[in-house]
């Protein structure tokens, strides 16, 4: 598996570009970041982008309502083994 340098939860509220970020990203169920965002603490612009490009794919469109994608997303995250 390869590791990835992140900047842990706990140091998130004392960081100037990631504190404002926290609430828009932490899994609310947990009370952490998921690995998947934390991956980008490194660069908080990513990490943005990455939030927004995740809701506008989950949000719901012509060819898919949002349940269905959200059905999708579990899944894909059952088969995976993933919690989210």
């Known amino acids: 598996m390869a590791w990835i340098q992140i900047v842990p939860d706990d140091d998130w509220e004392g960081d100037v570009n990631l504190a404002p970020?926290?609430?828009?990203?932490?899994d609310k169920s947990?009370?952490?970041?998921?690995?998947?965002?934390?991956?980008?603490?490194?660069?908080p612009r990513g990490l943005a982008a990455h939030d927004t490009v995740y809701r506008?794919?989950?949000?719901?469109?012509?060819s898919l309502r949002k349940v269905e994608r959200e059905l999708?997303?579990?899944i894909v995250s059952?088969?995976?083994?993933?919690?989210y």
Do not use: F, P, Q, W
């Open 21 to 26: 970020l926290h609430e828009m990203v932490v």
């Open 30 to 43: 947990y009370g952490r970041i998921d690995h998947i965002m934390s991956i980008h603490s490194l660069n």
């Open 56 to 62: 506008s794919a989950m949000a719901g469109t012509r």
């Open 72 to 74: 999708v997303a579990l």
């Open 78 to 83: 059952v088969e995976n083994d993933c919690h």
